[in-house]
């Protein structure tokens, strides 16, 4: 899916500091949904391993349902069951050890009550260096949204001093899988259909998600 090492008193200052830029009022769209978590959130009795980890918004219901139609579609029941919920990804966390799990899941806590507005302009796609078609996707676009991207980047560089990616900045290329970590011809894009126009969709309640490191 998508290795600074900080001290439970990193913890306590994100907690106890009220002039933390962490705490201060955003220029966000303020929160009128109450988001709910995807089903890997990252949360204190689930931090036992390490796990690759990412800070995510949810999408709003209706959205999120349209992505699930387009997987009952197309794909088999194996290849469904392995999809993260609907959402999109904001800052790709790397793999981390459980006490920096915490502290990156408080970080991403501080910005969950801002709500973005994106647009779908086209269906996209990711291929590996085979040629293979390896992720599908909406690609969204929205000013609010590079916004948060931008601050999330800034305070995280602050705070934790390296990134673990390159799509970050101007290389921030926000998107919605529908099926991720897939081996698809590059035909099978032709398939997928772009949602319903509206003037505006939602994503909100930023958190911590991961997964498990395998051997």
């Known amino acids: 899916m998508f290795a600074a090492c900080v001290s439970f008193a990193m913890e306590s200052e994100i907690d106890d500091d009220k002039s933390n ?123 609010s949204l590079r916004s948060l991207h931008q601050t999330i980047l800034e305070e995280y560089l602050a705070l934790f001093g390296r990134t673990h990616t390159p799509y970050v900045g101007a290389q921030y290329t926000p998107h919605v899988s529908i099926f991720d970590r897939v081996a698809m011809p590059k035909t099978a894009i032709s398939l997928f259909a772009r949602p319903p126009e509206r003037v505006a969709w939602r994503a909100g309640g930023a958190h911590l998600v991961g997964e498990r490191k395998t051997a």
């Open 21 to 143: 830029p962490l705490t201060a009022t955003r220029s966000y769209h303020a929160m009128t949904t109450a988001w709910k978590p995807l089903r890997n959130e990252m949360t204190p009795g689930v931090l036992d391993d390490t796990h690759e980890c990412a800070i995510v918004l949810a999408v709003q219901p209706d959205f999120a349902a349209y992505v699930d139609e387009q997987r009952q579609l197309f794909g088999s029941v194996e290849l469904i069951a392995r999809q993260l919920d609907p959402h999109i990804t904001v800052m790709y966390c790397g793999y981390q050890e459980p006490k920096d799990l915490r502290v990156r899941s408080q970080f991403a806590a501080q910005f969950n009550a801002i709500e973005v507005e994106f647009h779908v302009t086209q269906v996209g796609a990711f291929y590996n260096r085979s040629g293979l078609l390896t992720n599908i996707h909406y690609c969204i676009e929205s000013e």
